[in-house]
Protein backbone atom coordinates (compact mmCIF):
# COMPACT_ATOMS: atom_id res chain seq x y z
CA UNK A 1 0.00 0.00 0.00
CA UNK A 2 1.46 3.56 -1.01
CA UNK A 3 2.00 6.50 1.08
CA UNK A 4 -1.03 8.25 -0.18
CA UNK A 5 -3.02 5.41 0.28
CA UNK A 6 -2.78 4.86 3.54
CA UNK A 7 -3.52 8.19 4.60
CA UNK A 8 -6.66 8.03 2.59
CA UNK A 9 -7.16 5.12 4.15
CA UNK A 10 -6.56 6.48 8.08
CA UNK A 11 -8.34 9.62 7.32
CA UNK A 12 -11.43 7.80 5.86
CA UNK A 13 -11.59 5.50 8.79
CA UNK A 14 -10.61 8.43 10.88
CA UNK A 15 -14.21 9.94 10.08
CA UNK A 16 -16.26 6.90 9.68
CA UNK A 17 -15.31 6.68 13.58
CA UNK A 18 -16.26 10.10 14.63
CA UNK A 19 -19.38 9.55 12.63
CA UNK A 20 -20.02 6.01 14.51
CA UNK A 21 -19.84 7.94 17.69
CA UNK A 22 -22.30 10.92 16.70
CA UNK A 23 -24.35 9.17 14.98
CA UNK A 24 -25.01 5.86 17.60
CA UNK A 25 -27.30 4.89 19.88
CA UNK A 26 -29.74 7.70 20.79
CA UNK A 27 -31.34 8.18 23.95
CA UNK A 28 -34.75 6.28 23.08
CA UNK A 29 -33.17 4.14 21.18
CA UNK A 30 -30.80 2.66 24.56
CA UNK A 31 -34.39 3.15 26.18
CA UNK A 32 -36.59 0.55 23.66
CA UNK A 33 -36.77 -1.95 26.06
CA UNK A 34 -37.25 0.08 29.09
CA UNK A 35 -40.37 1.76 27.02
CA UNK A 36 -42.20 -0.85 26.00
CA UNK A 37 -42.53 -2.28 29.52
CA UNK A 38 -43.42 0.59 31.05
CA UNK A 39 -45.87 1.49 28.37
CA UNK A 40 -46.93 -1.88 29.17
CA UNK A 41 -47.59 -1.16 32.90
CA UNK A 42 -45.24 -3.44 33.88
CA UNK A 43 -43.37 -1.24 36.11
CA UNK A 44 -41.28 -3.80 37.56
CA UNK A 45 -40.20 -5.11 34.33
CA UNK A 46 -39.09 -1.86 33.56
CA UNK A 47 -36.61 -1.30 36.38
CA UNK A 48 -35.10 -4.31 36.36
CA UNK A 49 -34.20 -3.72 32.35
CA UNK A 50 -33.82 0.53 33.55
CA UNK A 51 -31.15 -0.32 35.99
CA UNK A 52 -28.38 -1.54 33.83
CA UNK A 53 -29.30 0.92 31.09
CA UNK A 54 -28.48 3.52 34.03
CA UNK A 55 -25.51 1.91 35.59
CA UNK A 56 -23.90 2.04 32.14
CA UNK A 57 -24.54 5.39 30.63
CA UNK A 58 -25.67 7.69 33.52
CA UNK A 59 -21.43 8.48 34.40
CA UNK A 60 -21.63 9.81 30.49
CA UNK A 61 -21.03 13.27 31.12
CA UNK A 62 -23.33 14.47 28.36
CA UNK A 63 -26.28 12.25 28.94
CA UNK A 64 -26.05 11.18 32.44
CA UNK A 65 -28.94 13.87 33.99
CA UNK A 66 -31.49 12.49 31.33
CA UNK A 67 -30.72 8.65 32.62
CA UNK A 68 -31.20 9.93 36.07
CA UNK A 69 -34.47 11.39 35.57
CA UNK A 70 -36.21 8.04 33.75
CA UNK A 71 -34.10 5.91 36.33
CA UNK A 72 -36.00 7.85 39.12
CA UNK A 73 -39.34 8.34 38.13
CA UNK A 74 -39.66 4.36 36.72
CA UNK A 75 -37.77 3.04 39.86
CA UNK A 76 -40.73 5.02 41.85
CA UNK A 77 -43.59 3.44 39.76
CA UNK A 78 -41.63 0.19 40.67
CA UNK A 79 -41.17 1.17 44.30
CA UNK A 80 -38.19 1.45 44.10
CA UNK A 81 -37.68 3.99 46.94
CA UNK A 82 -33.84 3.44 47.41
CA UNK A 83 -32.88 2.96 43.53
CA UNK A 84 -35.35 6.53 42.39
CA UNK A 85 -33.71 8.57 45.87
CA UNK A 86 -30.55 7.78 44.65
CA UNK A 87 -31.00 8.64 41.20
CA UNK A 88 -33.06 11.68 41.87
CA UNK A 89 -29.59 12.49 44.24
CA UNK A 90 -27.68 12.65 41.18
CA UNK A 91 -29.37 14.16 38.82
CA UNK A 92 -29.70 17.12 41.66
CA UNK A 93 -25.39 17.09 41.86
CA UNK A 94 -25.17 17.52 38.16
CA UNK A 95 -28.02 20.12 38.02
CA UNK A 96 -27.40 22.19 41.08
CA UNK A 97 -24.64 23.85 39.61
CA UNK A 98 -26.92 26.00 37.08
CA UNK A 99 -29.19 27.14 40.13
CA UNK A 100 -28.77 31.25 39.99
CA UNK A 101 -24.83 30.63 38.96
CA UNK A 102 -23.59 28.51 35.87
CA UNK A 103 -24.35 29.08 32.28
CA UNK A 104 -26.34 26.37 30.61
CA UNK A 105 -24.71 26.32 27.44
CA UNK A 106 -21.17 26.36 26.55
CA UNK A 107 -19.19 27.93 24.01
CA UNK A 108 -17.22 24.89 23.12
CA UNK A 109 -20.35 22.68 22.65
CA UNK A 110 -21.66 25.03 20.26
CA UNK A 111 -18.83 24.68 18.40
CA UNK A 112 -18.82 20.73 18.32
CA UNK A 113 -22.62 20.89 17.55
CA UNK A 114 -22.18 23.13 14.63
CA UNK A 115 -19.83 20.41 13.12
CA UNK A 116 -22.21 17.20 14.21
CA UNK A 117 -25.24 18.11 16.00
CA UNK A 118 -27.48 19.13 19.00
CA UNK A 119 -27.03 15.52 21.02
CA UNK A 120 -23.50 16.48 21.83
CA UNK A 121 -24.56 19.13 24.09
CA UNK A 122 -25.11 18.12 27.71
CA UNK A 123 -28.57 17.33 28.86
CA UNK A 124 -28.63 19.83 31.48
CA UNK A 125 -32.49 19.34 32.33
CA UNK A 126 -35.33 21.39 31.38
CA UNK A 127 -37.36 23.92 33.98
CA UNK A 128 -39.97 21.05 34.73
CA UNK A 129 -37.53 18.30 34.50
CA UNK A 130 -36.14 20.29 37.53
CA UNK A 131 -39.21 21.37 39.52
CA UNK A 132 -40.45 17.49 38.88
CA UNK A 133 -37.17 15.94 39.91
CA UNK A 134 -37.29 17.94 43.17
CA UNK A 135 -40.90 16.88 43.75
CA UNK A 136 -40.60 13.42 42.85
CA UNK A 137 -37.96 13.09 45.57
CA UNK A 138 -39.52 15.33 48.02
CA UNK A 139 -42.69 12.14 47.51
CA UNK A 140 -39.39 9.38 48.05
CA UNK A 141 -38.86 10.87 51.58
CA UNK A 142 -42.14 10.99 52.43
CA UNK A 143 -42.58 7.56 51.34
CA UNK A 144 -39.99 6.55 53.69
CA UNK A 145 -41.26 8.32 56.49
CA UNK A 146 -38.42 11.53 55.87
CA UNK A 147 -40.43 14.59 56.24
CA UNK A 148 -37.47 17.21 56.99
CA UNK A 149 -35.57 15.66 53.87
CA UNK A 150 -39.02 16.12 52.15
CA UNK A 151 -39.12 19.62 53.36
CA UNK A 152 -36.20 20.30 51.16
CA UNK A 153 -37.04 19.20 48.19
CA UNK A 154 -39.59 21.03 47.97
CA UNK A 155 -37.88 24.35 48.97
CA UNK A 156 -35.25 23.41 46.09
CA UNK A 157 -38.31 22.46 43.25
CA UNK A 158 -39.48 26.43 44.46
CA UNK A 159 -36.25 27.68 44.01
CA UNK A 160 -36.13 26.09 40.56
CA UNK A 161 -39.56 27.87 39.53
CA UNK A 162 -37.98 31.38 40.80
CA UNK A 163 -34.83 30.96 39.33
CA UNK A 164 -36.92 30.14 35.51
CA UNK A 165 -38.24 32.83 34.36
CA UNK A 166 -35.02 35.51 34.05
CA UNK A 167 -33.27 32.12 33.00
CA UNK A 168 -35.02 31.24 30.60
CA UNK A 169 -35.44 34.68 29.34
CA UNK A 170 -31.43 34.82 28.79
CA UNK A 171 -31.28 31.75 27.34
CA UNK A 172 -33.06 31.92 24.37
CA UNK A 173 -31.09 35.15 23.65
CA UNK A 174 -27.94 33.42 24.55
CA UNK A 175 -28.23 30.03 22.29
CA UNK A 176 -29.25 32.44 19.44
CA UNK A 177 -26.25 34.92 19.63
CA UNK A 178 -23.62 31.56 20.06
CA UNK A 179 -24.85 29.89 16.98
CA UNK A 180 -24.63 33.12 15.11
CA UNK A 181 -21.51 33.20 16.49
CA UNK A 182 -20.07 29.92 16.16
CA UNK A 183 -21.53 30.71 12.22
CA UNK A 184 -18.70 33.62 11.97
CA UNK A 185 -16.08 31.81 13.53
CA UNK A 186 -16.14 28.83 10.85
CA UNK A 187 -15.74 31.59 8.19
CA UNK A 188 -19.34 30.83 6.87
CA UNK A 189 -20.78 32.95 4.30
CA UNK A 190 -23.86 30.94 4.99
CA UNK A 191 -26.93 33.66 6.17
CA UNK A 192 -29.43 31.93 8.48
CA UNK A 193 -31.68 34.70 7.93
CA UNK A 194 -32.46 33.82 3.99
CA UNK A 195 -33.08 30.66 5.19
CA UNK A 196 -35.75 31.74 7.56
CA UNK A 197 -37.12 34.38 5.31
CA UNK A 198 -38.01 31.47 2.56
CA UNK A 199 -41.60 31.05 2.08
CA UNK A 200 -40.57 27.11 1.04
CA UNK A 201 -38.77 26.54 4.10
CA UNK A 202 -41.60 28.44 6.47
CA UNK A 203 -44.05 26.51 4.86
CA UNK A 204 -42.69 23.08 5.60
CA UNK A 205 -42.03 24.44 9.52
CA UNK A 206 -45.65 26.08 9.93
CA UNK A 207 -47.03 22.43 8.71
CA UNK A 208 -44.85 20.70 11.15
CA UNK A 209 -45.29 22.90 14.42
CA UNK A 210 -48.46 25.19 13.83
CA UNK A 211 -50.49 22.20 15.82
CA UNK A 212 -48.30 23.11 19.21
CA UNK A 213 -50.00 26.95 18.86
CA UNK A 214 -53.49 25.00 20.43
CA UNK A 215 -51.54 24.49 24.12
CA UNK A 216 -51.25 27.03 26.30
CA UNK A 217 -48.66 26.65 29.47
CA UNK A 218 -48.65 28.01 33.21
CA UNK A 219 -47.63 31.33 34.21
CA UNK A 220 -43.60 31.99 35.30
CA UNK A 221 -42.84 28.64 33.65
CA UNK A 222 -44.69 27.25 36.96
CA UNK A 223 -45.89 23.32 37.08
CA UNK A 224 -49.14 23.20 39.17
CA UNK A 225 -48.90 20.07 40.50
CA UNK A 226 -45.33 20.67 42.14
CA UNK A 227 -46.60 23.69 43.57
CA UNK A 228 -49.83 22.00 44.83
CA UNK A 229 -48.06 19.31 45.75
CA UNK A 230 -45.54 21.63 48.53
CA UNK A 231 -49.37 23.25 49.82
CA UNK A 232 -50.46 19.54 50.73
CA UNK A 233 -46.89 18.82 52.59
CA UNK A 234 -47.67 22.08 54.67
CA UNK A 235 -50.94 21.50 55.12
CA UNK A 236 -50.54 18.31 56.68
CA UNK A 237 -47.45 18.87 58.92
CA UNK A 238 -49.29 21.86 60.64
CA UNK A 239 -46.53 23.69 62.40
CA UNK A 240 -47.33 27.66 63.26
CA UNK A 241 -46.71 29.45 59.49
CA UNK A 242 -47.59 26.11 57.94
CA UNK A 243 -51.14 26.71 57.12
CA UNK A 244 -50.50 30.16 55.82
CA UNK A 245 -47.48 28.66 53.34
CA UNK A 246 -50.27 25.92 52.23
CA UNK A 247 -52.82 28.75 51.53
CA UNK A 248 -50.47 30.40 49.56
CA UNK A 249 -49.40 27.33 47.39
CA UNK A 250 -53.26 26.37 46.79
CA UNK A 251 -54.29 30.14 46.39
CA UNK A 252 -51.49 30.54 43.61
CA UNK A 253 -52.11 26.70 41.85
CA UNK A 254 -55.84 28.19 41.69
CA UNK A 255 -54.77 30.81 39.98
CA UNK A 256 -52.73 29.33 37.46
CA UNK A 257 -55.50 26.44 36.87
CA UNK A 258 -58.16 29.16 36.16
CA UNK A 259 -61.46 27.43 35.10
CA UNK A 260 -59.91 24.37 34.30
CA UNK A 261 -59.52 23.10 38.02
CA UNK A 262 -58.88 26.42 39.95
CA UNK A 263 -62.28 26.06 41.67
CA UNK A 264 -61.25 22.82 43.31
CA UNK A 265 -58.22 23.98 44.65
CA UNK A 266 -59.48 27.20 45.81
CA UNK A 267 -61.39 24.87 48.28
CA UNK A 268 -57.78 23.49 49.52
CA UNK A 269 -56.88 27.04 49.96
CA UNK A 270 -60.07 27.83 51.98
CA UNK A 271 -59.73 25.29 54.08
CA UNK A 272 -55.93 26.12 54.50
CA UNK A 273 -56.98 29.78 55.45
CA UNK A 274 -59.80 28.33 58.22
CA UNK A 275 -57.01 26.04 59.75
CA UNK A 276 -54.90 29.27 59.89
CA UNK A 277 -57.44 31.14 61.85
CA UNK A 278 -58.16 27.99 64.20
CA UNK A 279 -61.06 25.83 62.98
CA UNK A 280 -60.18 22.03 64.13
CA UNK A 281 -58.23 19.84 61.99
CA UNK A 282 -60.40 16.80 60.20
CA UNK A 283 -58.52 14.12 58.48
CA UNK A 284 -58.62 14.19 55.27
CA UNK A 285 -56.99 12.51 51.66
CA UNK A 286 -55.80 13.19 48.50
CA UNK A 287 -55.76 11.12 45.52
CA UNK A 288 -53.39 11.76 42.75
CA UNK A 289 -53.60 10.04 39.41
CA UNK A 290 -50.58 10.52 36.73
CA UNK A 291 -52.18 9.49 33.80
CA UNK A 292 -50.61 8.42 30.39
CA UNK A 293 -47.05 9.54 29.04
CA UNK A 294 -45.52 13.55 28.30
CA UNK A 295 -45.08 13.70 24.15
CA UNK A 296 -41.55 11.95 22.93
CA UNK A 297 -39.70 12.97 20.54
CA UNK A 298 -39.51 12.24 16.85
CA UNK A 299 -37.22 12.89 13.60
CA UNK A 300 -38.41 15.43 11.34
CA UNK A 301 -36.35 15.75 8.02
CA UNK A 302 -36.36 18.63 5.54
CA UNK A 303 -34.89 19.76 2.65
CA UNK A 304 -33.61 23.26 3.40
CA UNK A 305 -32.36 26.27 1.15
CA UNK A 306 -29.13 27.15 1.72
CA UNK A 307 -28.66 29.97 -0.88
CA UNK A 308 -24.39 28.70 -0.78
CA UNK A 309 -22.66 28.36 -4.39
CA UNK A 310 -22.96 24.99 -5.67
CA UNK A 311 -25.05 24.01 -2.45
CA UNK A 312 -28.78 25.20 -2.90
CA UNK A 313 -30.41 22.55 -0.73
CA UNK A 314 -29.11 20.33 1.71
CA UNK A 315 -31.28 17.74 4.19
CA UNK A 316 -32.15 19.12 7.77
CA UNK A 317 -32.96 17.13 10.97
CA UNK A 318 -35.56 18.82 13.48
CA UNK A 319 -37.59 17.42 16.50
CA UNK A 320 -40.67 16.92 16.60
CA UNK A 321 -42.81 16.40 19.52
CA UNK A 322 -44.63 13.46 19.24
CA UNK A 323 -48.26 13.53 21.75
CA UNK A 324 -49.71 10.13 23.16
CA UNK A 325 -53.48 10.12 23.45
CA UNK A 326 -53.98 7.01 25.15
CA UNK A 327 -54.65 8.09 28.73
CA UNK A 328 -57.24 7.68 31.28
CA UNK A 329 -58.67 11.00 32.00
CA UNK A 330 -59.53 11.03 35.80
CA UNK A 331 -61.48 8.84 38.51
CA UNK A 332 -64.48 8.93 40.84
CA UNK A 333 -63.94 8.10 44.49
CA UNK A 334 -66.16 7.31 47.58
CA UNK A 335 -65.91 7.22 51.32
CA UNK A 336 -69.09 7.03 52.62
CA UNK A 337 -71.65 9.65 51.21
CA UNK A 338 -68.72 11.57 49.74
CA UNK A 339 -68.32 10.46 45.97
CA UNK A 340 -66.35 13.07 43.93
CA UNK A 341 -64.93 13.27 40.85
CA UNK A 342 -61.62 14.32 40.00
CA UNK A 343 -60.28 17.19 39.08
CA UNK A 344 -57.19 17.83 36.55
CA UNK A 345 -54.78 19.37 38.48
CA UNK A 346 -51.68 19.32 35.48
CA UNK A 347 -51.57 19.06 32.05
CA UNK A 348 -47.94 18.17 31.41
CA UNK A 349 -48.65 17.84 27.07
CA UNK A 350 -48.98 21.79 27.68
CA UNK A 351 -45.83 22.32 29.72
CA UNK A 352 -43.61 20.13 27.60
CA UNK A 353 -45.18 21.85 24.33
CA UNK A 354 -44.55 25.82 25.50
CA UNK A 355 -41.29 24.72 26.52
CA UNK A 356 -40.21 23.26 23.57
CA UNK A 357 -42.02 25.95 21.79
CA UNK A 358 -39.88 28.15 23.37
CA UNK A 359 -36.72 26.88 22.50
CA UNK A 360 -37.71 25.86 18.85
CA UNK A 361 -36.21 29.01 17.38
CA UNK A 362 -32.84 28.25 18.55
CA UNK A 363 -32.91 25.15 17.68
CA UNK A 364 -34.14 25.77 13.99
CA UNK A 365 -31.32 28.02 14.19
CA UNK A 366 -28.44 25.65 15.65
CA UNK A 367 -29.74 22.76 12.69
CA UNK A 368 -29.22 25.61 10.18
CA UNK A 369 -25.93 26.58 10.78
CA UNK A 370 -24.74 22.84 11.39
CA UNK A 371 -26.37 21.83 8.44
CA UNK A 372 -24.79 24.53 6.45
CA UNK A 373 -21.41 24.37 7.83
CA UNK A 374 -21.10 20.20 6.88
CA UNK A 375 -22.28 20.98 3.85
CA UNK A 376 -20.22 23.70 2.92
CA UNK A 377 -17.15 21.49 4.33
CA UNK A 378 -18.57 19.05 1.38
CA UNK A 379 -18.62 20.97 -1.68
CA UNK A 380 -15.07 22.43 -1.02
CA UNK A 381 -13.89 19.30 -0.59
CA UNK A 382 -15.55 18.46 -3.89
CA UNK A 383 -14.56 21.64 -5.81
CA UNK A 384 -10.76 20.73 -4.91
CA UNK A 385 -10.57 17.50 -5.97
CA UNK A 386 -12.39 18.54 -9.37
CA UNK A 387 -9.91 21.59 -9.70
CA UNK A 388 -7.06 19.17 -8.39
CA UNK A 389 -7.90 16.59 -11.37
CA UNK A 390 -7.45 19.18 -13.87
CA UNK A 391 -4.06 20.48 -13.04
CA UNK A 392 -1.37 18.48 -14.62
CA UNK A 393 0.47 17.89 -11.42
CA UNK A 394 -2.67 17.26 -9.55
CA UNK A 395 -3.37 13.49 -9.63
CA UNK A 396 -2.30 12.58 -6.56
CA UNK A 397 -4.21 16.15 -4.23
CA UNK A 398 -7.48 14.69 -6.30
CA UNK A 399 -7.10 11.57 -5.43
CA UNK A 400 -7.21 12.45 -1.33
CA UNK A 401 -9.62 15.04 -1.70
CA UNK A 402 -12.33 12.77 -3.12
CA UNK A 403 -11.67 10.63 -0.83
CA UNK A 404 -11.98 13.24 1.80
CA UNK A 405 -15.29 14.31 0.00
CA UNK A 406 -16.76 10.86 0.15
CA UNK A 407 -15.84 10.61 3.74
CA UNK A 408 -17.17 13.90 4.63
CA UNK A 409 -20.87 13.09 2.94
CA UNK A 410 -20.68 10.02 4.96
CA UNK A 411 -19.90 11.81 7.91
CA UNK A 412 -22.53 14.21 6.76
CA UNK A 413 -25.10 11.46 6.60
CA UNK A 414 -24.42 9.96 10.00
CA UNK A 415 -24.05 12.97 11.90
CA UNK A 416 -27.72 14.78 10.60
CA UNK A 417 -29.62 13.69 13.42
CA UNK A 418 -31.90 15.41 15.85
CA UNK A 419 -32.00 15.40 19.58
CA UNK A 420 -34.37 13.20 20.26
CA UNK A 421 -33.97 13.72 24.14
CA UNK A 422 -36.73 14.06 26.52
CA UNK A 423 -38.16 12.94 29.74
CA UNK A 424 -40.01 10.34 28.32
CA UNK A 425 -41.20 8.52 31.50
CA UNK A 426 -43.21 11.88 32.64
CA UNK A 427 -47.07 11.34 32.61
CA UNK A 428 -49.41 13.29 30.24
CA UNK A 429 -51.75 14.42 33.50
CA UNK A 430 -52.04 14.54 36.90
CA UNK A 431 -55.26 14.34 38.41
CA UNK A 432 -56.42 14.80 41.74
CA UNK A 433 -59.44 14.64 44.72
CA UNK A 434 -59.96 15.57 47.91
CA UNK A 435 -61.87 13.21 50.74
CA UNK A 436 -62.58 13.38 54.34
CA UNK A 437 -61.70 10.86 56.53
CA UNK A 438 -63.07 9.20 60.12
CA UNK A 439 -60.88 10.03 62.61
CA UNK A 440 -59.05 6.57 62.42
CA UNK A 441 -59.85 3.80 60.10
CA UNK A 442 -61.47 4.83 56.57
CA UNK A 443 -60.88 3.54 53.28
CA UNK A 444 -61.40 4.79 49.74
CA UNK A 445 -63.10 3.20 47.02
CA UNK A 446 -61.49 3.98 43.54
CA UNK A 447 -63.08 3.75 40.34
CA UNK A 448 -60.67 4.99 36.76
CA UNK A 449 -63.01 7.13 34.59
CA UNK A 450 -62.26 3.99 32.14
CA UNK A 451 -64.38 1.62 34.12
CA UNK A 452 -61.86 -0.15 36.11
CA UNK A 453 -62.66 -0.60 39.58
CA UNK A 454 -59.16 -0.12 42.01
CA UNK A 455 -61.39 -1.43 45.24
CA UNK A 456 -60.60 -0.26 48.67
CA UNK A 457 -57.56 1.52 49.58
CA UNK A 458 -56.70 2.29 53.11
CA UNK A 459 -54.63 5.32 53.51
CA UNK A 460 -52.13 5.81 56.40
CA UNK A 461 -53.15 7.01 59.61
CA UNK A 462 -51.79 10.78 59.36
CA UNK A 463 -54.37 13.63 59.32
CA UNK A 464 -53.36 14.53 56.04
CA UNK A 465 -52.58 11.16 53.69
CA UNK A 466 -51.95 10.53 49.90
CA UNK A 467 -53.04 7.96 47.90
CA UNK A 468 -51.20 8.12 44.57
CA UNK A 469 -51.99 6.10 41.33
CA UNK A 470 -49.82 5.60 38.64
CA UNK A 471 -51.25 4.58 34.96
CA UNK A 472 -49.61 4.74 31.60
CA UNK A 473 -52.95 3.36 29.47
CA UNK A 474 -55.91 2.19 29.97
CA UNK A 475 -56.14 -1.96 30.15
CA UNK A 476 -53.02 -1.65 31.87
CA UNK A 477 -51.90 -2.47 35.20
CA UNK A 478 -51.53 0.37 37.98
CA UNK A 479 -49.56 1.41 40.61
CA UNK A 480 -50.83 2.03 43.83
CA UNK A 481 -49.00 3.91 47.06
CA UNK A 482 -50.16 5.32 50.03
CA UNK A 483 -48.01 7.96 52.22
CA UNK A 484 -48.60 10.48 55.08
CA UNK A 485 -47.66 13.64 56.48
CA UNK A 486 -46.57 13.48 59.90
CA UNK A 487 -47.68 16.40 61.79
CA UNK A 488 -44.79 18.51 63.48
Known sequence: MTRDRAQRSLIVAAMLAVACGCGGCSHHNRMKDVVDAFDDGDFSKAHSQMQPVWEKYHDEAVDAVIFDLEQGTIARAAGQWDASILAFDESWNRMEPYLDIAADTKVTEEVAAAMTNQSVRTYRGTTYDRILACTYQAMNYLQIGDPAKAGVEFVRARRWQEDAVDRERARIDQENQEWRDANEREGAKYQPQSTLDSPEFREKLDAAYQPMAQFQGYADYEVPF??????????????????????????????????????????????????????????????????????????????????????????????????????????????????????????????????????????????????????????????????????????????????????????????????????????????????????????????????????????????????????????TPLAVHTFGIPRQ
Open 226 to 475: ATWMRGVFYLGRGAPGDYEQARQCFARTAGMLGKHGGAQVAGDALLASDLAGGRAPQRLCYIVLESGLAPSRKELRIDIPLFLPGVPYVGAAFPQLEYHASAIDGFHARVGSQAPSSTILTDVDSIVTVDFRNRLPAIILATLVSSASKAAVSYALYAGSQNASRSQNGGSAAGVLAVLYLASVLYQVAVNNADLRTWESLPKQFWYARVYLPPTGGEIDITLADGTAIGSVRPTDEMVSVVYLKSVAPG
